[in-house]
T-cell receptor, first 115, second 116 residues
Framework: AQSVTQPDIHITVSEGASLELRCNYS??????LFWYVQSPGQGLQLLLK??????LVQGIKGFEAEFKRSQSSFNLRKPSVHWSDAAEYFC?????????????FGTGTKLQVIP | DTAVSQTPKYLVTQMGNDKSIKCEQN?????MYWYKQDSKKFLKIMFS???????INETVPNRFSPKSPDKAHLNLHINSLELGDSAVYFC???????????????FGPGTRLLVL
């Protein structure tokens, strides 16, 4: 079955440390890939997305993600985490094969940042 | 200016009641969505509309009825509310879900529904 997996439910990092959030998908072809962030009590905001071209994608707030076809992964990274990055992070995929888009979200990874 | 707005922000009601949630976007987008986020933060699409036309209807009980009076508004009416309907409901919009260009979705702040 097609799916998107975020294996880490909860991650804690120290402020200033590097961060990597994992995302794996299971689709027949390369889907469109997204990372969204949800701050407490807020809606989701797009960090970055990939649909073609360079496999290293730059996003807002200093985030980047790398698409690795061989591993069916789209991991999110940040070299130095700030306390304001504490939030829930969602990977999302759209298998789009013509017709209309339909995005499926992963179960989310909650990021805690400690001083 | 708020891009995607929802009202109310909080909704507490009794089982069996009927309630509505309203959503408006001022981005000029053609497509709007309703998502349900449960207590475990799992986010699942319920409906999407493109230019007032229903495009996606994801096995949602027919107690849930979306209505789009124009492409800037997508309301969600829920009949006979049940305990399991308690969740956060998010409205979102995108330029056009049929372009195939990895459209960004813009989310509202959510409506927190609690059914007692």
């Amino acid at each position: 079955a097609q799916s998107v997996t975020q294996p880490d439910i909860h991650i804690t990092v120290s402020e200033g440390a590097s961060l990597e959030l994992r995302c794996n998908y299971s689709y027949g072809a390369t889907p469109y890939l997204f990372w969204y962030v949800q701050s407490p009590g807020q809606g989701l905001q797009l960090l970055l997305k990939y649909f073609s071209g360079d496999t290293l994608v730059q996003g807002i707030k200093g985030f980047e993600a790398e698409f690795k076809r061989s591993q069916s992964s789209f991991n999110l990274r940040k070299p130095s985490v700030h306390w304001s990055d504490a939030a829930e992070y969602f990977c999302a995929v759209d298998p789009y094969s013509g017709g209309y888009q339909k995005v499926t979200f992963g179960t989310g990874t909650k990021l805690q940042v400690i001083p | 200016d708020t891009a995607v707005s929802q009202t109310p922000k909080y909704l507490v009601t009794q089982m069996g009641n009927d309630k509505s949630i309203k959503c408006e976007q001022n981005l000029g987008h053609d497509t709007m969505y309703w998502y349900k986020q449960d207590s475990k933060k799992f986010l699942k699409i319920m409906f999407s509309y493109n230019n007032k036309e229903l495009i996606i209807n994801e096995t949602v009980p027919n107690r849930f009825s979306p209505k789009s009076p124009d492409k800037a508004h997508l309301n969600l009416h829920i009949n006979s509310l049940e305990l399991g309907d308690s969740a956060v409901y998010f409205c979102a919009s995108s330029q056009d879900l049929r372009t195939g260009a990895a459209e960004t979705q813009y989310f509202g702040p959510g409506t927190r529904l609690l059914v007692l």
